[in-house]
């Protein structure tokens, strides 16, 4: 049995690196995946890719800064599959100055 059966996955920051890696083995692994990047034909192909090699795989523009964009992509997902039973928070940025002072934002 594969280890991602019943599964739904959203990635983001699928189009590329870490983020892409992850989306082919959960898929591998029979999740089904919608991956989530500002680079919305790099995401698009990635779901491509996934689908032509016999997984399942869909791909949405998400600005992972804006919250709206964040809220449309799990709507998105839960229209797809009907639920979202997995995250992979993989874009993450850093703002030196802000993150290392933890008392004063
Ligand atoms: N690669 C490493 O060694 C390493 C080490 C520590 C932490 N990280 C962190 O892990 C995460 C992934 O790293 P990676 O090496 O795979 O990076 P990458 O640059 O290869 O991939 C990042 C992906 O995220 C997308 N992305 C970036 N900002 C976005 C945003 N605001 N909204 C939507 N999509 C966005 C990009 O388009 C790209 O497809 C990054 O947050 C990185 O800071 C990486």
């Known amino acids: 049995m594969m280890r991602m059966e019943n599964k739904v996955a959203l990635i983001t920051?699928?189009?590329?690196?870490?983020?892409?890696?992850?989306?082919n083995l959960m898929a591998r692994?029979?999740?089904k995946v919608v991956i989530?990047?500002?680079?919305a034909?790099?995401?698009r192909e990635a779901a491509?890719?996934?689908s032509n090699q016999g997984g399942e795989a869909v791909s949405i523009f998400l600005d992972a800064g804006n919250e709206t964009s964040?809220?449309?992509?799990v709507e998105?997902?839960?229209q797809q599959h009907g639920k979202l039973t997995t995250l992979f928070n993989n874009v993450g940025s850093t703002n030196l100055k802000k993150?290392?002072?933890?008392?004063?934002r």
């Open 13 to 23: 920051g699928g189009a590329s690196g870490i983020g892409l890696s992850t989306a």
């Open 29 to 31: 692994e029979g999740a």
């Open 36 to 39: 989530a990047d500002f680079n």
């Open 41 to 43: 034909d790099g995401a």
């Open 48 to 50: 491509e890719n996934i």
């Open 70 to 73: 964040i809220k449309e992509a």
């Open 76 to 78: 998105f997902t839960v």
């Open 99 to 104: 993150d290392l002072d933890v008392v004063n």
